[in-house]
């Protein structure tokens, strides 16, 4: 088992304002500034970033060049680097139908110049990974696209992307539902297989969030661990989600400890190397004194895991595996989770 070191990112919308669909905000609004003042303070190290958590989408080529300058001296100020760029695709009313799958050509080619102005800033930050999220590319009924098309508009989306920079990396953080009812490519394994289909298979991989996967159905260590082996898991959004419903963003741990441990155990015996970012939002009653703590608690609970998988006695593993006694594994690692 390794010794080495986490680095810990999150994104700025991960200190929120607490709105839900049924109500208003319940906390005040912090400047970026003030957001990214917290991160050391709550031992992060790097930051995620949508393209318009930099600089808003409407700025034209000059007043984008110096305000992306602006947040990467504020990035150094406080000793942090920028993990990722996404295109935040799904807010705008050209994107209304989604974007690389939008029916309109010309929502089409807003969606693929704003991915690219996304290019155009990871590279003025330093990084070089894109986050897809395809938040909108999906149909609330299966008649509004042709799901055949759209498959194919999908990987000219990240071909293009590919071939305009010829050194970021592609990954597709993909979540089954919500905000549409049925997402393409609703799975990393789904993803997966386009990255093969790419013009770059070697620049191009997944994020996978454990909510996304515990919402499709699947087991976030596994769908890790088989990314892993296709050495395709470059980041992670690891939160915890309470069963079938929408996407909660829980703390991790929070809901299933030993989900929450065989996800940290894979990590650890696969010795995975992208950042340990954490996607979770506070629970919408806390105050806005607490309104950080479910990320340093997220981070804890991490740690916390890491030192029970290093605990672990792989040879005990073995042994019991052999025998077959799995009833006697499944006790040995509840006791691990309760510290005995
Ligand atoms: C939605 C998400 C997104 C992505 C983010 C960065 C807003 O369920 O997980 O959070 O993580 O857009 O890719
Ligand atoms: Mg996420």
Redesign the pocket.
Known sequence: MSNRTYRFTF?P?NISQGADPFGPVVRPNLDFAVKLREYKKLGFDGV?L?DDDVVPADWNVDQTRKGVANVKKMLADEGLFAEFI?P?LWEDPRTIDGGYTSNSEADRKYAIDRSKRSVDIANMLGTRDI?L?LAREGTYIREAKCPITASQRILDAVNTLLQYDKNIRILG?M?PNEPMDQAYLPTPGHFLALCYRTIDPNRSGVLI?SA?SILAGLDPSDDMAYTLWHKKLWSV?LNDQNGLKY?QDKTFGSVDLRRAFNTVWVLERANYDGCVGL?VKAMRTTKVEHQTKHLANSRAMFLRLVEVARSIDAAKVETLRAQRDHEELELYILAKLMGK
Do not use: F, Y
């Open positions: 994104g919308w995620q949508h996404a935040r986050v999220w953080e979540k969030e996304h959004h996407d996607d």
